[in-house]
């Protein structure tokens, strides 16, 4: 968890920088120099291909977990199917205990 803790505080910290150059680049009206302007410009695109980079890493990372996650509970299923029948009529009691409260 702390991995995935780690790339959100590193994109988080991307899209900051991001907004940080989208708020210089509005600044910079008739006094920047039209150099300086460019220089932010080239900046910003750069730091945007870094964060979508980086968070399309991420969303590919999250979906391999999903299908390992399926892959596991598929093969744990097949392999004690009386504790996935016990575990889902507790669940299943558990649901109709807490809605029959209401």
Known sequence: MSEIRT??????????????DVDALLNAGGTKVEGEVKAIRERLLERLSNARSKLGDLQFEGMERARRAARDTDEYVHEHPWHAVGAGAALGLLVGVLIARR
């Not at 790339?7 to 940080?20: A, I, N, S, W, Y």
């Open 7 to 20: 790339k959100r505080d590193q994109l988080t910290t991307d899209f900051q920088r991001v907004m940080e």
